[in-house]
């Protein structure tokens, strides 16, 4: 993961733990929902809701410093459903008990008491910074990052494609510290971290 000021990037693991707690359908869920699968700022993820939403397509105006950016992303079918599931307000999609929307501080202590009821040691912009972490991951370039996330320049995207193109090359290029005999005993490291000896290679191949 690249290394950033902030909060916790969520795992996988971390996510998995937080369904388990917080299943689809819950208030809880939603508001996850809509942080990981938008990448969407905590301050926007409290005034989303169904008017921003045409076609299968979200369109939000965010404030990114002095400047409005317009986001423009589509509804990924785990949202969607996450959403039908859901009981939602009239203009934002997670309301308060009162059916106010949240204020950003008030989303964000409400979000952190449900990541306490789940033992997740992980905030709100966690899930946004491993949104971006997916991406890079699969293969999203630093223009592309931009775009999802709203970001100018290269600089915050650049932090996501380097940490993925590192990982990717460590997977790929490791065997290459053994030295050439060792090398062409054994056969090329696997993507799990394995690799198999060049014996049992002849087994898988006879």
Known sequence: MPKTAGHLTWTVEM???????HPLGTKARLAMDLALYTGLRRSDICRIGPQHISNGVMTIRAKKGGEIVEIVLPVLEPLRQSIAASKVGNLAFVVTEYGKPFTVAGFGNWFADRCNEAKVDGRAHGLRKAAATFAADNGA???ELNAIFGWSGLQQAELYTRAA???KAALAKTHLMMPDHMRNTNTRTHDDGTGNSAESAKKSTA
């Open 15 to 21: 996510i998995e733990r937080y369904h388990e707690r």
């Open 141 to 143: 370039t630093t223009h």
């Open 165 to 167: 193109n590192r990982r």
